[in-house]
T-cell receptor
Framework: ETGVTQTPRHLVMGMTNKKSLKCEQH?????MYWYKQSAKKPLELMFV???????ENNSVPSRFSPECPNSSHLFLHLHTLQPEDSALYLC???????????FGSGTRLTVV | SQKIEQNSEALNIQEGKTATLTCNYT??????LQWYRQDPGRGPVFLLL?????KEKRKERLKVTFDTTLKQSLFHITASQPADSATYLC????????????FGTGTRLTVIP
């Protein structure tokens, strides 16, 4: 365990389903992130929550919506996904910019 | 356009030798540069952070250099072991704008016994 816990580890969903990914950290970090990792591509930032401010990558489709109810929890709500959304979804947190990220183990998402 | 390029997709090296991985960037002004290790199906693990005013950083068998003139970082693993086999990612933090890192695509290192 890294200190950042992601659930579920694996998820298979149909294109009409709605599901949520959960991320939790009790490290006292001030920023939390969602990244998407696809084969042969760099990690792609989806959303940042930093000191309760949300920043998003404008290229992220609206079928992904984040929620950050407090500084320890982060959700990624999924609805009407496409097969090309199949990827490893990683949550990370960090204390501040002079520190590295602590990543969770990721959720392997398959859209069928 | 902005790019972060890691020298090769894959690198094979004999056990005991020094592995050298390269990270080159274009159109970034990073304040910090970081290196991560990633094993298959797992999240990346933070290894080292180097600041723009630092030339070199070491941690056990790992050494990172940062040359802001060449826009390049080198990551060395000395006395490499099969357990060092993994994908290594470099990441930049520009310290302006949003509080996030920009990642390269990674180099998959295989240490052959």
């Amino acid at each position: 365990e890294t200190g950042v816990t992601q659930t579920p580890r694996h998820l298979v969903m149909g294109m009409t389903n709605k599901k949520s990914l959960k991320c939790e950290q009790h490290l006292g970090h001030n920023a939390m992130y969602w990244y998407k990792q696809s084969a042969k591509k760099p990690l792609e930032l989806m959303f940042v929550y930093s000191l309760e401010e949300r920043v998003e990558n404008n290229s992220v489709p609206s079928r992904f919506s984040p929620e950050c109810p407090n500084s320890s929890h982060l959700f990624l709500h999924l609805h009407t996904l496409q097969p090309e959304d199949s990827a490893l979804y990683l949550c990370a947190s960090r204390k501040d910019r002079t520190y590295g990220y602590t990543f969770g183990s990721g959720t392997r998402l398959t859209v069928v | 356009s902005q790019k972060i390029e890691q020298n090769s997709e894959a690198l094979n090296i004999q056990e005991g030798k020094t592995a050298t991985l390269t990270c080159n960037y274009t159109n970034y002004s990073p304040a910090y540069l970081q290196w991560y290790r990633q094993d298959p199906g797992r999240g990346p693990v933070f290894l080292l952070l180097i600041r723009e005013n630092e030339k070199e950083k070491r941690k056990e068998r790992l050494k990172v250099t940062f040359d802001t003139t060449l826009k390049q970082s080198l990551f060395h693993i000395t006395a490499s072991q099969p357990a060092d086999s993994a994908t290594y990612l470099c990441a930049l933090d520009t310290e302006t704008g949003a509080n996030n890192l920009f990642f390269g695509t990674g180099t998959r290192l295989t240490v052959i016994p």
